[in-house]
């Protein structure tokens, strides 16, 4: 009863603004995916620090250090989702609707593929909701099986072209919006785009294909939102995994030149000792 007039509202939003609605939607949802990302941070911090302080023989230090790593939820780092997912719900539909009129799906005869191509977007997106609700438009009466090379390529295209200018998009804007400088923005890209493409690559091709063979026009965007509310979270723990591994290596490292250290100073003494003369 609540998703049916959640739809209506959407759709009425729609109607009226598909470039306002969709920005809104699509901010919205990126600052939920944010959201959840940091509960899942603050959360898996809590509970590895009071594992830590609940050792048989914890050190002091040790508490104190657990009791450190903990996150406090950043209000800003949400906004500042909220503005990336604002400016990219308009160009996301621009791009669905360009691989929706270069790559369609199913054969039409030539009078129906020319006018398709030829709307502007907002006719399109809307014929899809109206054929959604089930009244006729001017491509419903499109037939024949789905192209399976043309959803390929329609995924291909989107992946080859899209994932990486987004993530450009995202690791740019995001650093501009947080004050770094240019050599940060540079270091913080060379650190984490390869690492995030090919997570990317991994995971959205598969939720591109039910995407782009299900849903309508209209709705691939806040779809692609709702399911970057999953990916936010992923990457999150992804890159809080690398920075535990992170850490550990460095101390497994920082305790290999300590030991040496200790060793030789302990071995000094011990012939200092063993050289000073005896007095009885």
Known sequence: MAAAAVGRVYNQAFDRSPAGTLAITNGLLS????????????TLAYRDAHQADSSPTPAPKTKTRSAQTIPAYDPVR?????IFGTMMGPFLARWNHFLERRFPLRPSNPNEARAVMGAPIVQNVQSAMIKRAGAPTATSGRSGNVSLAALAKRVGMDQACMAPFGLVMFLGSMGVMEGRSTPEIREKFSNLFIPAIKANWTVWPLIQVVNFRFMPLAYRVPFQASCGVFWTLYISLLNSGGTKVAATAKKKEEEKVEVPAKEREEVRRVGERLGRPQTY
């Open 31 to 42: 600052g939920v995916a944010d959201i959840v990302a940091q509960g899942s941070q603050m």
């Open 78 to 82: 949400t906004v500042r989702f909220i």
